[in-house]
């Protein structure tokens, strides 16, 4: 004797009432990785954490973050002064601005002696 669809139905609907609802999975401890990081960072038997060379690399990281934030401020600033010049008919360029100044009761077509 085979199962059928009906009878797969039957089986399923009989199981759904008289099993028990479903239990709650086992509850997972709480991982502290700041805590397990601390407890090998002053763990002296030799983790890698606690190594002079591991806390030499994190003050590089530090000061080269440090100096990228710094950057990017100046970055920002530049950025602003350079459309503020484009807005103005300015360039920011290192040559210099591709535009002479206009002096008074001159026209920027004649050349200035």
């Given at each position: 004797?085979g199962?059928?669809?009906?009878?797969l139905?039957?089986?399923?609907?009989?199981?759904?009432?008289t099993?028990?609802?479903?239990?709650?999975?086992?509850?997972?401890p709480?991982?502290?990785y700041?805590?397990?990081?601390?407890?090998l960072?002053?763990?002296g038997?030799g983790?890698?954490?606690?190594?002079?060379q591991?806390?030499?690399?994190?003050a590089?990281?530090?000061?080269?973050?440090?100096?990228l934030?710094?950057y990017?401020?100046k970055?920002?600033e530049?950025e602003?002064?350079r459309r503020?010049a484009a807005v103005?008919?300015?360039?920011m360029?290192?040559?210099?601005g591709?535009?002479?100044p206009n002096?008074i009761?001159q026209?920027?077509?004649?050349p200035t002696?």
């Open positions: 004797m199962l059928t669809p009906v009878s139905c039957r089986l399923a609907s009989t199981a759904a009432t099993s028990a609802p479903p239990a709650k999975p086992p509850a997972v709480a991982v502290s700041r805590a397990r990081y601390d407890a960072a002053a763990d038997s983790s890698p954490l606690s190594s002079v591991f806390h030499d690399v994190l590089a990281l530090k000061q080269y973050d440090d100096l934030k710094a990017s401020v970055q920002d530049m602003r002064a503020a103005c008919g300015l360039s360029d290192v040559k210099g591709t535009k002479k002096v009761g026209r920027a077509s004649q002696p």
